[in-house]
């Protein structure tokens, strides 16, 4: 698992993003202070290797919403950037 998330509700099957795990962090902080992609041993030893990676990861799905849930949503942005969040 690549992030920390916490369930917000069980009925709905809703999750909560809280951070990332702590291995995930240090290989940024890795790439980040050498400003370079981490260099990757070559498994076989050959100059021409190839990785496959398989990642199931969380999708989106975008719809259109009741002007209800607009409203709420945009409420819910401006709060939080004027400082009500927290």
């Known amino acids: 698992m690549y992030a920390l998330v916490g369930q917000v509700n ?8 809280f951070q990332p795990q702590f291995p995930v962090t240090q290989v940024v902080n890795a790439v980040v202070a ?14 021409n290797s190839s990785y ?11 719809s259109s919403v009741s002007d209800h849930v607009h409203r709420s949503i ?3 942005i401006v709060n939080y950037t004027a400082g009500g969040h927290g």
């Open 10 to 17: 069980m009925i709905n099957c809703v999750s909560t993003y």
């Open 34 to 47: 050498q400003g370079a992609i981490l260099p990757m041993e070559n498994p076989d030893a050959r100059p």
């Open 74 to 76: 945009v409420a819910n």
């Open 52 to 62: 496959a990676a398989t990642f199931h990861g969380p999708d989106l799905q975008c």
